[in-house]
């Protein structure tokens, strides 16, 4: 079971994607200065299978990804929950705070990773003195370094 303490579309957590963002509960990490405390906790609702086709057929011509901001603690759920989203043709994503992940147990099921945890004086994704990686994820599993997609560009 995996629960979920806000959900959001946004425009900036993929590149050129309009994403519906699941804030996921029961983060394991818990990192210095972390921004999202409460996602630390059992906090939240139930993200079941119901709730999440409820959600797709509601952002559907709309969303084109759906965002998993932390894994929770049942990775088997969170692969049903990423095969439900593919199987409604829509891209898969999850940020994670750790620095290594098993992606071969995703493999075929997520399509981009965010990892790393933030580290406030390196700051986020949007600048070039980060620690995060964000990759989308080929079919055969390469990793593709898209971070720089992120930076702010000065003209």
């Known amino acids: 079971m995996l629960k979920f303490t806000e959900t959001e579309i946004t425009f900036k957590e993929v590149p050129g994607k309009i994403c519906r963002c699941f804030s996921i509960s029961n983060c394991g990490l818990h990192c210095k200065n972390c921004h999202s405390p409460e996602l630390q906790g059992d906090n939240g609702e139930e993200l079941t299978p ?3 086709l409820n959600f797709i057929k509601q952002d559907k011509r709309v969303v084109d990804c759906y965002v998993f901001l932390g894994e929770g603690n049942d990775k088997e759920y969170l692969k049903s929950l990423l095969e439900l989203c593919k199987e409604n043709n829509l891209k898969t994503c999850i940020y994670s705070g ?5 992606l071969m147990e995703f493999l075929g099921v997520l399509d981009y990773l965010k990892l790393g945890p933030y580290i406030e004086e390196l700051g986020g994704l949007d600048k070039p003195s980060t620690n995060q990686r964000f990759y989308e994820i080929d079919s055969s599993g390469n990793m593709i370094d898209k971070t720089d997609e992120f930076y702010v560009k000065k003209l």
Do not use: Q, R, S, Y
Request: glycine share 0%.
């Open 50 to 52: 119901e709730k999440l």
């Open 98 to 102: 750790k620095d290594n992940f098993d």
